[in-house]
């Protein structure tokens, strides 16, 4: 058989394939006779085939029939076989193979091999891919290594080392003795490698931290060396000694320093010193620096320097060089947490970022834009961020809308300004705001009761002029639907009041219903807003009429909406009024997010008259009942805000589900005289600050108990029965806190079963403090007709230590006194 | 530590791989496949840093090829692109005027002396001459007389 042709002229000949297929062919010729020759067990070509064999493999084409040949190889005795053994191996064994692990014993015996170069060979392929087994197996080997004078094979194996322990943590133990002199090698290699080694090694033990912490001084002084010291050509890069080495000292510097008073005292002056030093002209000085500045801002460093390692950051916002803005961009979104005032005078360079030309340094801006807004800067960011929001790629617009609705929430000047803002974004990117908004949105309006007529009129613009962006016609749709009577009286006070009539209100929302471009979800809105004008517009007649015609609409829902307002219009009519009354201000249980879910019942559909009203618990709940029945089967009821009869300076109550649309049984405005549901004046429950309304703690002799105690939050309910309706259980809850970091945005919901109503009123706060220095205390009231026995379902939500935590639990050792 | 290093043309073919994390052949596939879709529609004067996952990836063009490595979250980009160059340095310093030429013919060296400058995703010589002298070396060993004379030796 004529000998296998060369590698190269392989090559060459694969190059001159013309097509896919000529190239394919080629190949498949090629492997044929590949195979054939290892069929033969041909030891002189066997290097060359498998040479040939890995070029194939690049191209993407198979080669798993080679990986026993590259085993034959590594165990030959010939160099050249052994180099391209191991490249095999790498190349295509790894450690799912189970060919694999029968490379342990070459390696063996080739890292005791008489030529540095075969040990150089075995230990980088067990420190690129060996497996645990194979680490295990050979760790012993690797040690002696580690040990050995030859430089070469000591930074070979001092990376090898780290790939044992990052394979077998177990084994670090093991190399610990091998450490003692390696920071004392002048060679750089070495010294790199050993340094490399040392942060794996603390990286994963806070003992082997606290035992290498003695090495800071030599540290710095090898670091200090490296600065000082004259031109060396091997290690120079641009002017700088050895910027490898220095990065990983600094790093390792990192490691130590953290948590630690005395190492960081001891690396100040280094640190000071590169940050102050070092060439920025070219990238590799500003490689240096950048690795200062995060060691600066890990470490107990003093505020000197912190403010130093800022103002860095800020001449790197400034460098042309768009690679030094992205990493100063990254790095400020870290630090703003902490140095918060340092970061914000770099402010208007990092808005300037935001017209950047490339995409990631505009995203990193943009969520440090973000992180910057505070109550005094936030008119100047929020034009910008606005502009930015016009003129930004949609994949940041999503992000863009909700971090500016959060923002103005937060620090909003004024409610004018509020809703302007918001207005400019539902209008600019209205179809990328995200759907929670939309409730969001809603509940912010209607809480700015003076503003409503303004925002009303704003939207019914809006509406005239595009229709198409599906979060703005929702959100004015159900404007309209509550305020269309200021609307038409024209009673506008922050701008010119338009004249408009109550047809042509009639005709925009009409108009929305038979629009193409109108989803689902917004013709159930605007229907809804169609009825609600029924109680505020005299045109009734008009509205009965649209509503009947929906009653036989083909979808679903708009269908079932029609049918059980014609029910209202037609049986019920004697409680519209107050079914479609006002909103009341509802309060919000959550500062930013979507409103949590406190409705159980699985009821998404929004299938009931919106704003329903049970009425108040004085009056016979045979009636309240009736209308629950309507909300389907299932086993637990919507927290229902009820009015308190006797206490009608009672706390506005907690927000109920507004997610979707608003259909679901929202807050709807009870009346202070309890029997009579008539219209009352809107804003009822202006200016009512949330108080807990009882303290008291024992009552009646009913026996407290313990209703959660999980993950340190305990919980307990203390009983007492309400005057004058005996029916009625009044629980306070206490919550406790037993660990050491305080519980913020603390939330408790409550579901019941059917046949109970519950009322939740506002917590005494929502933060938890640590170690049950403090209580919270909220009031919940239970109506209990039946007298069945009462069950609890309840949701809790908070923040701990930085992260979210929710939790669900079941409720069911209530003492038979509470419900009896 | 680097997670990969890739080199690859402005056509999408590949030239060399080196994987510092054990990954299986069709995993393998696919993030070169996502890199080069990631990497090649770039404009050129674009930051060098993207996301992707939980990685950094860093890349270069030198010439006609891009040099992609992928780095873990607590890696120094802007040294990442130092490694890059360095391994650039190398190779021209071997090959004499290195082009995309002498890394198809002779890829197998192309990975020993990558494997003498980086080994388990970290940097293992710093020195730019240790390199090439160890390289140099080492082929000393090669058996044949062609490989000697450091002509390519199949």
């Not at chain 1, 070029?55 to 160099?79: D, N, R, T, V």
């Not at chain 1, 790199?192 to 603390?202: G, Y």
């Not at chain 1, 509020?418 to 809603?442: E, W």
Request: net charge neutral; hydrophobic share 40%; charged share 20%.
């Amino acid at each position: 058989m004529p000998a296998p042709i060369r590698l190269r002229e392989l090559i060459r000949t694969i190059r001159t394939a013309r097509t896919q297929a000529e190239e394919r062919e080629m190949i498949q010729k090629e492997c044929a006779a590949i195979r054939s020759s290892f069929r033969e067990e041909d030891n002189t070509y066997r290097c060359r085939n498998v040479a040939k064999l890995l070029y194939m493999h690049m191209l993407g084409y198979p080669a798993h029939f080679g990986q026993l040949e590259c085993l034959k190889l590594i165990a030959s005795q010939k160099f050249t076989d052994k180099r391209i053994g191991y490249l095999g191996a790498m190349l295509l064994l790894d450690e799912r193979q189970d060919v694999h692990l029968l490379m342990t014993n070459c390696i063996k015996n080739d890292l005791n091999h008489s030529t540095q170069y075969v040990q150089g060979l075995a230990l980088c392929t067990l420190g690129c891919m060996g497996s645990s087994e194979m680490c295990r197996d050979l760790a012993g080997e690797v040690e002696k290594l580690l040990k050995t004078s030859n430089s070469y094979l000591r930074k070979k194996a001092a990376l090898c080392a780290v790939h044992v322990i990052r394979k077998v943590p177990e084994l670090m133990e093991m190399f610990l003795p091998a450490t003692k002199n390696l920071l004392s090698e002048k060679n750089h290699g070495v010294l790199h490698t050993s340094v490399v080694l040392l942060t794996e090694m603390c990286e994963r033990s806070p003992d082997m931290l606290a035992h290498f912490r003695k090495l800071v001084p030599q540290l710095v002084r090898i670091l200090k060396n490296l600065i000082m010291s004259g031109y060396s050509p091997e290690h120079d890069v641009s002017g700088i000694s050895d910027p490898f080495l220095q990065v990983r000292i600094l790093r390792l510097l990192r490691i130590l320093g953290k948590n630690d008073d005395d190492s960081s005292e001891a690396m100040n002056d280094i640190l000071a010193q590169v940050a102050t030093n070092t060439e920025t002209s070219k990238n590799v000085g500003n490689a240096i620096l950048y690795e200062t500045v995060l060691t600066i801002m890990d470490i107990k460093s003093e505020s000197g320097l912190r403010v130093l390692a800022i103002n860095i950051l800020g001449r790197f916002l400034l460098n042309n060089d768009k690679n030094i803005r992205y990493v100063a961009l990254t790095s400020l979104l870290k630090t703003v947490q902490t140095d918060h005032n340092a970061v914000q005078r770099h402010r208007s360079t990092i808005v300037d970022c935001l017209k950047d030309l490339d995409v990631s340094i505009k995203r990193r801006a943009m969520e440090l834009s973000f992180a910057l807004v505070n109550g005094n800067n936030i008119r100047g960011m929020m034009k910008e961020l606005l502009y930015f929001l016009d003129s930004c790629d949609p994949e940041f617009k999503a992000d863009c809308a909700s971090g500016v609705f959060l923002a103005a929430e937060k620090y909003a000047p004024s409610k004018r300004w509020h809703i302007d803002t918001i207005m400019r974004v539902l209008t600019t990117a209205g179809s990328y705001v995200r759907d929670d908004s939309v409730p969001n949105l809603i509940q912010l309006i209607t809480n700015s009761v003076e503003m409503h007529a303004y925002t009303v009129q704003r939207l019914y613009k809006a509406l005239l002029d595009d229709i198409s962006q599906q979060p703005l016609v929702q959100v004015a749709s159900w404007c309209i639907g509550e305020y269309g009577d200021l609307l038409v009286s024209g009673q506008c006070e922050e701008e010119e009041p338009i004249q408009v009539t109550e047809d042509e209100v009639l005709d925009v929302l009409e108009g929305l219903l038979v629009s193409n471009l109108s989803t689902p979800v917004t013709r159930g809105y605007s229907l809804t807003a169609i009825m609600k004008l029924s109680t505020r517009f005299s045109s009734v007649n008009r509205i009965k009429k649209v509503v009947s015609i929906y009653g036989s609409s083909i979808d679903v829902e708009l269908q079932q909406r029609a049918v059980e307002y014609n029910a209202l219009f037609k049986k019920y009519d004697h409680m519209r009024p107050a079914l479609l009354e006002r909103m009341p201000i509802m309060e919000k249980t959550a500062s930013n997010g979507p409103t949590e879910i406190v409705q159980t019942n699985g009821e998404t559909e929004p299938s009931t008259v919106e704003a329903k009203h049970p009425p108040p618990v004085t009056q016979p709940t045979n009636q309240a009942n009736d209308l629950l029945d309507l909300l389907g089967g299932n086993d637990v009821v919507p927290v229902i805000q009820t009015t308190i009869p006797t206490k009608p300076a009672s706390a506005g109550g907690e927000l109920l589900d507004l997610l979707g649309d608003l259909s679901l049984s929202g807050g709807p405005a009870p009346a202070p005289a309890p029997s009579v549901p008539t219209s009352q004046p809107p804003f009822l429950l202006d200016g009512l600050t949330s108080q807990p309304l009882f303290n008291d703690i024992a009552a009646a002799g009913i026996p407290s108990m313990t209703a959660y105690n999980k993950n340190g939050l305990k919980i307990d309910f203390t009983f007492e029965r309400a005057n004058p309706n005996p029916n009625i259980a009044v629980i306070t809850i206490h919550a406790t806190n037993s660990t050491e970091a305080e519980m913020t945005d603390f939330v408790f919901q409550a579901a019941v079963p059917k046949t109970f109503q519950l009322q939740l009123l506002s917590p005494s706060s929502n933060v938890v403090p640590a170690l049950n220095q403090g209580t919270v205390t909220q009031v919940i009231r239970v109506l209990n007709p039946q007298k069945q026995q009462l069950r609890m379902r309840i949701k809790l939500t908070y923040t701990h230590k930085g992260s979210a935590v929710q939790d669900l639990a079941e409720v069911n050792n209530f003492p038979p006194q509470s419900w009896q | 530590m680097l997670r990969f290093l890739l080199l690859f043309n402005r056509q999408g073919k590949l030239r060399l791989q080196k994987w510092f994390v054990p990954t299986s052949d069709r995993e393998r596939k696919k993030v070169i496949r996502d890199m080069i879709m990631l990497v090649l529609p770039r404009q050129p004067r674009t930051c060098n840093f993207l996301r992707w996952k939980d990685l950094k990836i860093v890349y270069k063009r030198y010439a006609s090829l891009y040099f992609c490595a992928g780095l873990e979250e607590q890696d120094n980009e802007l040294l990442a692109l130092e490694v890059l160059h360095r391994y650039v340095e190398l190779l021209d310093k071997y090959f004499g005027n290195v082009c995309e030429l002498d890394i198809i013919f002779n890829f197998e060296k192309a990975y020993f002396i990558l494997d003498e400058f980086l080994m388990g995703g970290e940097v293992l010589e710093t020195s730019k001459f240790a390199v090439n002298v160890s390289m140099e070396q080492a082929d000393t060993l090669q058996e044949t007389m062609e490989e000697y004379m450091s002509k390519p030796a199949y």
